[in-house]
């Protein structure tokens, strides 16, 4: 062997050990931040930004998408930049047969409706409309609203002609 290839070599497995103690020391701040559904957006883009810089390595890549797709419902246009330095860093420019079109840059008006993040469709948040027939007192508890018309039923005073 040359010494231009040991010294690659050596290089190279520096560089594997290096994404494998990425790798350990990440995936239990991701997991805390999932599992806490965390909202801290100083910690979550702290760790994004680390993350980044390791995204080469299939096992980061997938914190990385985790921690995006989280971070998405609380700062849509934030992931939509770190989505687009993830794809400027490690997307490849060379086309060759096997490899997938490169996507283009995430606009944030487009990741706040249907683009999806990573492949994977945003959720919905549903919201619920009050009933209309209803009002609510001070305990909390629906009560049926006054009806008024024709057919609604009229109280003592009124139906008597306003005698008592």
Request: glycine content about 4%.
């Amino acid at each position: 062997m040359t010494e231009t290839f040991k010294s690659i070599l050596v290089l190279a497995k520096r560089l594997q050990s290096l994404n494998q103690e990425a790798v350990l020391a990440y995936t239990p701040i991701v997991d805390d931040i999932l599992r806490s559904s965390s909202r801290d957006t100083i910690h979550i883009e702290h760790t994004l930004d680390g993350l980044l810089d390791f995204c080469g390595y299939e096992p980061i890549l997938q914190l990385y998408k985790k921690l995006c797709r989280h971070y998405f419902f609380i700062n849509p246009a934030a992931t939509a930049e770190y989505i687009n330095a993830y794809r400027e860093m490690w997307d490849s420019e060379q086309k060759n047969e096997h490899a997938k079109p490169v996507k283009k840059r995430v606009n944030t008006l487009e990741c706040c409706g249907s683009t999806p993040l990573f492949g994977r469709p945003p959720r919905r948040s549903v919201r619920r409309e009050p009933a209309r027939n209803a009002t609510h007192s001070v305990a909390g508890r629906p009560s049926l609203a006054k009806e008024s018309g024709p057919n609604a039923p009229q109280s003592k005073a009124l139906s008597n002609g306003g005698r008592r």
